[in-house]
């Protein structure tokens, strides 16, 4: 396998872009990539998409033909695939990149995650998220995404003592540092109290436990280590990029404190990187609801199951503690831009290992980023080096 | 690159399917691909599922975690990626699994198909295949994709004489093979008669001109060259499996009697498997409208641009002729499961080049696939050699 660098990044704002179109809000990102990389479209040999649900909100399926569209890029005829996995779609399209420079088939490729939420309305949007669960066995009974993700919290809470204010605390850690994140969707701090007092949406889950969904769009150029070399003086190398699969449906699940799909990407990228979760200097994870990154907390091995809460009352993850997490503002504070989160994460390690992402900055060399698709069907895990 | 092989082949009917669910029928596929491959699913080291829309018929996304939750594949944990490219889906799930099996990254990967359509009303459906167009330019001011095709015929005619009895002919060749397929939706013979007295869907284009819009599911297993010899003797070789992208829109192409993603995608694949046009036995290609056929055969180099009609006069491509192209009577005869209809293709070509396609087989040890996203803003070209 070759080594694969990233060598430019690039997204748009996240939020409620309504007076921006899907495409603009695409390019946008890739401009800004290409740029940070100092290159030129016709140099990219492929492209990968992250898009979630482009049939139910723009009524346009093969966004990646519209993308190379729009972009120049099929000007050139390159291949430019859609990949969807939920959520986790973004991190998808950051494998196949990662896959198809890593394997010698190119030298440089381009991974895009974009989502555009706000056109529709939000009962149709709870609707369009819930089918990222298993709509027969599910959402056909009513079950919403909030719904699930309060069962794990719930049986989280019974099995291992877990708090609405351990819940609370990763919603105020991400809020602090989203307010100092120039591109984050919510950029104001929150307290406890805000949290304990914002109404449920699914109990225990109150509406500051949530992420919300967003418009967005972020990009990321990968390139083979020797053409990386062309391009930066900072390439940040992809050590290992690695994806699982889960039961959809929570039911069929030995354990719903668990996202074995996490447990299984995680190990096979601590084992193809030859590092373990002690040496990861800086997380980017899938806090779609605080009860999320508790339990990544543990299913990413940073502390064993059931102790996650302990991470989060201790500062361990803050942005001063020993394992910042999130310090972009992660979903919660960031924006959840569907098929783009997973990318978008892959933009700030880049910031952070590269130095420069300003009042967020951690000291970090080494990174690993978590994308989840819905309740944790697939995962995708993605560990980061500074060159 | 590693060799890769086809060794196992499998598809459900294709048609409305009222009395089974879309899991049922994908399931039907995968378990006889694998009983003809003779292995076991927990074998599967990936799988890549080709879907277009599964959002807006099933009101489902996360389909590969689907498939791999019910078929039981995910109790491995095995990553499991959804493709999408409109009706090129299958293509780009058959093409993501030959890249990951050639780069030596897995040894035995299952690439699956499906679409179920009927569920939903055929006005809903019109609407969905639309979105394989652009929906700004092209869908939002009327164009469905039959009346995209049309423009297309009617441009044929203009500048090269095709007429509405060539297109005929095409579909008269596809059901006199449907009607020796087993798995056909249509097993009757038609005449020109028929083809040129049934309505109108968009003009030139009639009834008998459009490939219907089906259920169906389809899969193969596809390994590597030394692990192949361990599961079959009649390991069909892929030799190329290449993608390219045009403008999505066709108001940007150059000339809209040509799908330039066609031509790059199969110059490609002629270069990477050392072989020419001349020298391919038998073609599945994407019959989705009659024209595409004819513009298939001028994009695909076997006769020069605006003579393809002379190919389907002259008899060249029926079964007993000297390029026999859909012998399985392709999407007209038998259906068109959208992102299903790629990996069909793929099963066709191997019982051709197995010997063992019944009273439909053709003399073939070499084969083409050729498989469309709308109106050609996607291609995939697979080139295919009995071991």
Request: charged share 25%; glycine share 10%.
């Amino acid at each position: 396998m070759e080594r694969v660098a990233i060598i430019g990044v690039g997204q748009s704002e996240f939020g409620e872009l309504w007076e921006k179109g899907f495409r603009e809000i695409v390019l946008k990102a890739g401009i800004e990539a290409l740029e940070d990389a100092g290159l030129e479209g016709k140099e990219i040999e492929a492209m990968y998409v992250g898009n979630m649900s482009g049939g139910r909100y723009l009524a346009q399926e093969h966004i990646a033909a519209l993308i190379a569209d729009y972009s120049g890029l099929s000007q050139m005829g390159i291949p430019s695939t859609r990949v969807e996995g939920a959520d986790a779609s973004g991190g998808l399209a950051l494998r196949q990149a990662f896959l198809s420079v890593a394997s010698g088939l190119h030298d440089i490729v381009i991974a895009a995650g974009a989502e555009k939420v706000s056109d529709v309305g939000s009962e149709m949007t709870t609707d369009i998220i819930a089918s990222s669960a298993d709509r027969e066995w599910e959402g056909f009974v009513g079950a919403t995404i909030p719904a699930l993700y309060a069962l794990m919290a719930r049986m989280h809470f019974t099995k291992y003592g877990t708090t609405p204010e351990d819940l609370a605390l990763v919603s105020v850690k991400n809020h602090r540092n989203g307010a100092l994140n120039p591109k984050a969707q919510f950029r104001r701090e929150i307290t406890i109290e805000d949290v304990l007092r914002s109404p449920f949406v699914a109990e225990p889950l109150r509406l500051l436990d949530c992420a919300p969904l967003s418009d967005g769009a972020a990009a990321v150029i990968l390139a083979n280590e020797k053409v990386a070399k062309e391009y930066t003086d900072a390439p940040v190398y992809i050590k290992a990029c690695t994806q699982a699969s889960d039961y959809l449906a929570l039911q069929n699940r030995e354990d719903i404190t668990t996202m074995r799909a996490v447990k299984i990407a995680a190990e096979m990228a601590y084992k193809q990187s030859n590092l373990t979760p002690d040496s990861i200097d800086v997380v980017e994870l899938h806090d779609s609801f605080t009860i999320a990154e508790l339990i990544a907390y543990e299913d990413l091995g940073f502390v064993e199951k059931g102790r996650g809460a302990e991470l989060i009352r201790e500062g361990i993850t803050s942005l001063d503690g020993s394992l910042p997490t999130n310090p972009s503002g992660g979903l919660k504070a960031c924006g959840h831009a569907i098929g783009a989160t997973g990318i978008r994460q892959a933009v700030e390690i880049t910031y952070q290992l590269r130095g420069k992402a300003g009042k967020r900055q951690v000291d970090a060399e080494t990174g690993l980023s978590l994308n989840i698709g819905g309740t944790g069907a697939t995962a995708v895990v993605t560990i980061y080096e500074i060159g």
